[in-house]
């Protein structure tokens, strides 16, 4: 089956534009997270959705950073004028229940370049 | 604060030899640990995972091994092939909610034909 899909899967902007990035996850799964990976570290957790709202956005790095799940499905992250230092993978997962102990599936990524 | 570390960024083996990788963690109320693959280019692979109540479990070829006295974690690859060569994370859900999960730096194998 069609696992969890990032696009696009690459995106250059230019410092201080606002960028989108979306994340399909596998069908019927309830809970979305989203990370953050440096080049050479580990993911960093931004955010969890569980079905349409956000149970844990303590990840988030600071206001300019904002993501929806308006239908309990497709979510996006929307990072505001964006920054050099904004620049580096951007994983989405989706897992079953989001209960902590169900598997969470990774997409691809998105690669964000801030020139 | 909270971390999740491994102790080597690189690890070279040949192949048919057996791996081992090895994490230290930080918080001693972390209950649910997870081993990660991560191939370049693409987002993390999930290999196996633990609970605080058991000290071994083992799926195939690997076996991750738990030590709460010492607060390390490890992944024992049997008869690694080419096709283990990846990045390997050890994650921690100690982060407070359910799916935070707490990524270490990660460990480079590379396997030698």
């Known amino acids: 089956g069609a696992g969890v899909s990032q696009t696009p899967s690459n995106k250059v902007t230019e410092k201080g534009k606002y960028v989108e990035l979306r994340c399909d996850p596998i069908?019927?799964?309830?809970?979305l997270y989203w990370y953050r990976q440096s080049l050479g570290q580990g993911p960093e957790f931004l955010i969890y959705?569980?079905?349409?709202?956000?149970?844990?956005d303590s990840g988030l790095p600071n206001d300019r950073f904002f993501a929806v799940r308006p239908e309990g499905s497709v979510s996006t992250l929307k990072i505001q004028r964006t920054e050099r230092g904004d620049s580096a993978v951007y994983l989405c997962?989706?897992?079953?229940?989001?209960?902590?102990?169900?598997?969470?599936?990774f997409g691809p990524g998105t690669r964000l370049t801030v020139l | 604060g909270e971390s999740v570390g491994l102790h080597l960024p690189t690890l070279s083996v040949q192949e048919g030899d057996n791996s081992i990788i090895n994490c230290a963690y930080s918080?001693?109320?972390?209950?649910?640990f997870i081993w990660y693959k991560q191939e370049s280019g693409k987002g993390p692979q999930f290999i196996i995972d633990?609970?605080?109540?058991?000290d071994k479990r083992q799926g195939q070829r690997v076996t991750v091994l738990l030590n709460k006295t010492v607060k390390h974690l490890s992944l024992q690859i049997a008869a690694t092939q080419p096709g283990d060569s990846a990045v390997y994370f050890c994650?921690?859900?100690?982060?407070?909610?359910?799916?935070?999960?707490?990524f270490g730096k990660g460990t480079k194998l590379s396997v030698k034909p």
């Open positions: 069908s019927g799964h309830t809970a």
């Open positions: 959705f569980q079905g349409t709202g956000a149970a844990d």
């Open positions: 994650a921690d859900l100690g982060g407070g909610s359910q799916g935070n999960l707490i």
């Open positions: 918080n001693s109320a972390s209950d649910y």
């Open positions: 633990i609970r605080s109540n058991m």
């Open positions: 997962a989706s897992s079953t229940t989001g209960t902590g102990l169900d598997e969470q599936f």
